[in-house]
């Protein structure tokens, strides 16, 4: 069985860009979620995603940030006109049910360097 | 968000026990504690949870305090690819969003040869 595939692994973008990063969950799995690690932090939630809804978005940016995870096909994180501020590793995460104690499964990350 | 403490790094010698330790006095009844690591330059990888009694499991095994404010992580016998940070992080069941994990700066575990 497959993990959680992210591609591409590393992105580089220019200021002013778009950046879309790709997440394909673990076969079975219809939840889906988007973490962010800044340079030395930890890992911050941004959304939450079921097939074709958003459940929540509270730690996704207001503005520039979307996300997606269509009926068929991976999960999209969109990122338009970066900044060097998004400069980050991106993680995918999924799982199959949403209970209390089930455990998600991370994908290796997207690296965008925004230049 | 519930919050846990850990040292900021450890290190261990190769085959030996590792201990690392998570203090989290505000956990609530039905908080899960969760740990997970990460290697260099990859995702997380769950490693154990649990949530009063002790628990083993091919990788690791979990001690929980009696009264729930602490836990420690116990590696059985360090090997070199056991170097990653551990993020121990309370599974918070209340208040509608118990998908959310919450990472801190977990502990960095070096591994010496």
């Known amino acids: 069985n497959a993990g959680v595939m992210q591609n591409p692994r590393h992105l580089v973008r220019r200021r002013g860009q778009e950046a879309r990063l790709r997440c394909s969950p673990m076969?079975?799995?219809?939840?889906v979620y988007w973490y962010r690690q800044l340079p030395e932090e930890g890992l911050k939630f941004m959304v939450y995603?079921?097939?074709?809804?958003?459940?929540?978005e509270s730690g996704m940016p207001k503005e520039r940030f979307s996300a997606e995870f269509p009926k068929e096909g991976p999960s999209i994180l969109r990122i338009q006109q970066v900044v060097r501020g998004d400069s980050a590793a991106y993680f995918c995460a999924s799982s199959p049910e949403l209970i209390s104690t089930d455990t998600q499964y991370f994908g290796p990350g997207t690296r965008l360097t925004v230049l | 968000d519930a919050k846990t403490t850990q040292p900021n790094s450890m290190e261990s010698n190769e085959e030996e026990p590792v201990h690392l330790p998570c203090n989290h006095s505000t956990i609530s009844g039905t908080d899960y504690i969760h740990w997970y690591r990460q290697l260099p330059s990859q995702g997380p990888e769950y490693v154990i949870h649990?949530?009063?009694s002790n628990v083993n499991n091919r990788m690791a095994s979990l001690a929980i305090a009696e009264d729930r404010k602490s836990s420690t992580l116990i590696l059985h016998r360090a090997t070199l690819r056991d170097a990653a940070v551990y993020y121990c992080?309370?599974?918070?069941?209340?208040?509608?969003?118990?998908?959310?994990?919450?990472f801190g700066k977990g502990t960095l575990l070096t591994v010496n040869p």
């Open positions: 076969k079975g799995h219809s939840h």
């Open positions: 992080i309370l599974w918070v069941v209340s208040g509608g969003s118990n998908y959310k994990l919450t």
């Open positions: 649990g949530l009063t």
């Open positions: 995603l079921q097939k074709e809804n958003i459940i929540d």
